[in-house]
């Protein structure tokens, strides 16, 4: 008999919220730091599907290989791959692996293997369609899945769980390297495929300080678009760490002026801005240097290889502030390890 779900099939997904819901009827987990995955065991067939209900296996064979080993010959479950490094997690390992040569991604998984992080279980070992099973149902399921199948297991681990705000707002707090965020679901809903409702999830907003040195001209017009930041590292050396594009339009030509008087030859001495990613929907690569004599206090949501992974959100001048003073360490904290975490979800590794 086939299995009741196979790929591609919509993940459940959550809106973003500010803070986490209060009041009974919520379970909380940590939002992991990688990719959405669903795996797909059906005897000898395994199939890994992203969150875009693309195919992952082939990026990710320690991980096919890991649930092609479990006891359970059926099942369908639902997580994140991840890769540890340090006491966290690089999602910039992570973005590696998607790589068209079969030997550059054996490589890659040799030299830092993933995770697969299980927080839900859609289809058991029996072959029962647990979808329109209560989450509360489901936990259960899974922790009795977890319990029978993968305590031998190196790769798939448990994710915790929690109904506990409180629990789940130190987790909020310990959020970065490994963590980003938490995730608040409904306890009595089914799993809600392709769907939001009943499902959120907060991030933490962290503030920095950052040296304006550089912009980028707003499209079709020659006015500033968004200003570029940099920070510095120890020796002293100015290094790009993204940009800011909050700019209100009422101060948009007073900004301009005040950024082409400091049109300058160079202005980072460290890593430059490149030209535009291929998502950046047609924004210019070209961008202007500016003296880095100005400072900026923006709000990111998280930092990947030492950079913003998201655009920022410009707070305030920090016109008080040496551009001296702006360095990389206020963004390279070495966050919480992920391992005592992965043992609050009930399997010791």
């Not at 599907?49 to 010959?73: D, H, N």
């Not at 200003?227 to 339009?249: E, K, M, N, P, Y």
């Not at 930092?303 to 360490?329: M, N, S």
Request: aromatic content about 6%.
């Amino acid at each position: 008999m086939p299995l009741p779900i196979t790929p591609p099939y919509a993940p459940m997904e959550a809106l973003a919220n500010d803070e986490l819901p209060s009041g009974s009827g919520w379970r909380f987990e940590p939002k992991w730091d990688g990719f959405r995955c669903l795996a797909f065991r059906d005897g000898v067939r395994l199939d890994l599907q992203s969150k875009s209900g693309r195919p992952l296996t082939r990026y990710f064979p320690e991980i096919a290989e890991a649930l092609r080993a479990l006891p359970a010959r059926r099942f369908v479950l639902d997580g994140e791959i991840v890769i540890p490094a340090g006491s966290g997690l690089s999602f910039d390992a992570l973005q590696q692996r998607i790589h068209p040569a079969a030997s550059r991604v054996a490589k890659l998984a040799l030299e830092h293997p993933a995770l697969m992080v299980a927080f839900d279980l859609l289809v058991d070992e029996r072959g029962r369609n647990l979808v329109a099973q209560q989450l509360r149902i489901r936990r259960q399921a899974l922790e009795r899945f977890a319990s029978a199948h993968l305590r031998g297991s190196d790769r798939i681990r448990l994710s915790p769980s929690t109904a506990s705000r409180p629990r789940a707002v130190r987790w909020l707090a310990r959020s970065g390297r490994a963590l980003d965020g938490v995730i608040a679901k409904r306890d009595d809903l089914p799993y809600r495929s392709g769907e939001r409702d009943g499902m959120v999830k907060v991030k933490p907003v962290r503030t920095v300080d950052c040296v304006v040195a550089g912009f980028r001209w707003r499209e079709g017009t020659r006015l500033v678009g968004s200003l570029l930041l940099g920070l510095h590292d120890q020796a002293g050396v100015l290094h790009h760490v993204g940009f800011t594009s909050g700019i209100r339009d009422v101060e948009r030509d007073e900004l301009t002026r005040r950024m082409v008087k400091l049109v300058a030859p160079s202005s980072f001495t460290g890593r430059a801005p490149g030209g535009p990613s291929r998502w950046a929907g047609g924004r210019s690569a070209e961008w202007v240097p500016v003296r880095p004599e100005l400072v900026v206090e923006v709000a990111y949501d998280q930092v990947t290889g030492e950079r913003f992974r998201h655009g920022t959100r410009l707070l305030r001048w920090r016109l008080d502030k040496a551009p001296e003073q702006c360095g990389l360490d206020q963004i390279t904290a070495t966050g919480h390890g992920y391992g005592a975490l992965l043992r609050v979800g009930g399997i010791a590794h």
